[in-house]
């Protein structure tokens, strides 16, 4: 059974720094590609940053390019993000997704239950 | 970057009854990159429905997915309790998410 359990989330001030990680298993972690998506209270999910299987392709939003990074240890069965320079606006629930694209369509498919990030004063 | 707009925001349906939710883009989407969620209160999305019309593993035949071009379609053929929830569409390049549609089961 697949399961992605995030851990690293908290309160933190505007200006600060998290680093988040998600723990994988029950796949072969090497597969697929991971994404980090967010979701605001009461607003849309957003996708948030993507990295490759390998580890060397990595992709972010506009929002958050720059500040935040992620990677991937494939010895560990982990991917981290560390987001830099937070601001009120991300604050959100974050959620590690496994990234499917058998048969060359691509989806989310599964989540892990979320770690919260309040970036607060 | 592509907008996805969903309507209606809410969906206040019994039991029975067939839900129809649609999902509304800025520009064209690859059918191949079309993708339908489920969110119940408190939980994390699900994926229901991908490249438009295959259903995920496990999803119930009653969630059936269509849709060309700009618009895309959720239809749920007989509501059940549990699936009372928000359905949100998704689409590829970069990932973009609808606002989401709430289904209300009365």
């Known amino acids: 059974e697949v399961e992605l359990v995030e851990s690293g989330g908290g309160w933190v001030q505007p200006g600060g720094s998290l680093r988040l990680s998600c723990a994988a298993t029950?796949?072969?972690?090497?597969?697929?590609?991971m994404s980090w998506v967010r979701q605001a209270p009461g607003k849309r999910l957003e996708w948030v940053s993507a990295i490759g299987a390998g580890g060397s392709r990595t992709y972010y939003a506009d929002s958050v390019r720059g500040r935040f990074t992620i990677s991937r240890d494939n010895s560990k069965n982990t991917v981290d993000l560390q987001m830099n320079s937070l601001g009120v606006e991300d604050t959100a629930i974050y959620y590690c997704v496994k990234e499917e694209w058998s048969s060359d369509l691509p989806r989310f498919e599964y989540w892990g239950q979320g770690s919260l990030v309040t970036v607060s004063s | 970057e592509i907008v996805l707009t969903q309507s209606p925001d809410t969906l206040s349906l019994s039991p029975g009854e067939r839900a129809t939710l649609s999902c509304r883009a800025s520009q064209s989407v690859s059918s191949s990159h079309l993708v339908w969620y489920q969110q119940r209160p408190g939980q994390a999305p699900r994926l229901l429905i991908y490249g438009t019309s295959s259903r995920a593993t496990g999803i119930p035949a009653r969630f059936i997915g269509s849709g060309s071009g700009t618009d895309f379609t959720l239809t749920i053929s007989r509501l059940e309790p549990e699936d009372s929830a928000v359905y949100y569409c998704?689409?590829?390049?970069?990932?973009?998410f609808g606002q989401g549609t709430k289904v209300e089961i009365k």
């Open positions: 998704q689409q590829y390049h970069p990932w973009t």
């Open positions: 029950g796949f072969t972690f090497t597969c697929c590609a």
